[in-house]
C-alpha cells in the first residue's frame, strides 16, 4: 500500500517522519503535500507498507495528529 499521512503543523511532520523512518518494512519520505489534498503546513508523509495501520497505529501511540489519504494511482 502507497499513501500519505498529512501533519497538521511542520514540528509534528518532522517528528512523525523521526517517529516512522526506522520502522521495518516501511518506506518513509518526507514530501510536500501533493496538490490533491490540503494541509496546513505544507509536508506529508508519503509511506509504502504492507501494513499502513502499524504505522497509524504508531502516530496515535505518539499522539499525532493526521489525516490519511491513499495515494492515487
Do not use: W
Not at 519520505?29 to 495501520?53: H, Q, W
Request: include cysteine; hydrophobic fraction near 35%; proline fraction near 4%.
Amino acid at each position: 500500500m502507497k499513501g500519505y499521512f498529512l501533519l497538521f503543523t511542520t514540528s509534528s511532520a518532522l517528528y512523525a517522519y523521526e517517529v516512522l523512518k526506522d520502522k521495518p518494512n516501511m518506506e518513509v519520505s518526507l514530501v510536500p503535500t501533493p496538490r490533491e489534498f490540503s494541509s496546513d503546513c505544507g509536508m506529508a508523509i508519503y509511506i509504502e507498507s504492507k501494513n499502513i495501520k502499524e504505522a497509524a497505529h504508531t502516530l496515535d501511540k505518539e499522539r499525532i495528529e493526521y489525516e490519511y489519504h491513499d495515494a492515487l494511482q
